[in-house]
């Protein structure tokens, strides 16, 4: 089995008005990755890039150990894209009957009925009829049940009711118990990540800040909140961005345990990687 489910090494893309890259991303094998940026990121080119979509400008991409041209290596692949959904006039079970026509003896029938009983799907009714919820389902469904290596998940989770959300994380570590089995996913809910990631990677205006590990990410950054003098006993390198107000100083640094230690006076909470967002689009704002 390989260790990495996908590589991106190198990649660009040139849109008129935007530029994604050069970014460096690996998704290791039995992995969930989450992909967290503000509008207009990248997140969703680079989803689609490493998905075969659209063809990179520059760079090269490793999927499955193959090339997301490779027909073989894409039938491994399970992906949902937020608003990419079905025609409205068919019904699941058109879907079922249409999907085991593209993926032959991958598609497991079985499965996909277990998957639409259990989101509650009539497979007789029209996709038309389905809330947004109920749609998100299905493609979640539709992309489970050829038995796929990687999950590529584009907002996948964004809109829906909090025991909707509760469900598909649900599922998605029980996909993951698999160890041949790995999930990338982009999402603006980064409390859904913070509880089933294992790793964190961040753009920011087409180029990727950092990736790390989820856990150690959460150590590393904290929430200070002190005076102007305070912060200033500080090494450089450590405050990343500071926002100033009538009651002092809030900033975020990195090396929370030894900023605590500097300033044992001073409030120095753990950073959520909202907060951690935040502060970076901040910075690079002024």
């Known amino acids: 089995m390989a260790n990495e489910a996908a590589v991106l090494r190198g990649v660009q893309k040139q849109y008129k008005d935007f530029t994604l890259g050069p970014i460096d991303l690996t998704v290791p094998t039995g992995t969930i990755v989450g992909l967290v940026g503000e509008n ?7 989803l689609k890039l ?4 659209n ?6 991409i490793t999927l499955l150990g193959s090339r997301p041209t490779d027909t073989a290596a894409r039938a491994r692949l399970g992906v949902v894209f937020e608003d990419a959904y079905f025609y409205g006039g068919l019904t699941a079970g058109h879907i079922g009957k249409s999907m085991a026509g593209i993926f032959g003896s991958r598609w497991n029938a079985g499965q996909f ?20 919820g109920m749609r998100m389902k299905l493609s979640l ?9 990687l999950l590529v998940l584009d907002e996948a989770t964004a809109g829906l009711d909090p025991v909707v959300r509760a469900e598909m994380l649900d599922l998605f570590l029980e996909f993951i118990q698999d160890e041949g089995h790995s999930i990338l996913m982009s999402s603006h809910i980064t409390s859904d990540l913070e509880q089933v990631a294992d790793s964190i990677a961040y753009l920011h205006h087409g180029k990727l800040l950092f990736h790390e590990d989820k856990d150690a990410l959460l150590q590393e950054y904290g929430l200070l909140r002190c005076s102007r003098s ?4 500080l090494p450089a390198g450590t405050v990343v961005y500071t926002r100033e107000g009538a009651f002092g100083c809030e900033s975020l640094v990195k090396g929370r345990t030894e900023v605590q230690q500097l300033l044992p006076e001073a409030v120095c909470d753990p950073a959520a990687i909202d907060d951690i967002m935040r502060f970076y689009s901040g910075r690079d704002a002024q």
């Open 50 to 53: 490493l998905c075969g979509v």
């Open 141 to 149: 469904a539709t992309a489970l049940a050829h038995n796929p290596d």
């Open 40 to 46: 207009g990121a990248g997140k969703t080119t680079t």
């Open 113 to 132: 009925a277990d998957l639409l009983e259990r989101f509650g799907l009539d497979e007789k009714k029209k996709v038309s009829e389905y809330s947004r």
């Open 55 to 60: 063809p990179a400008d520059a760079g090269e």
């Open 230 to 233: 305070q912060l200033e006993k």
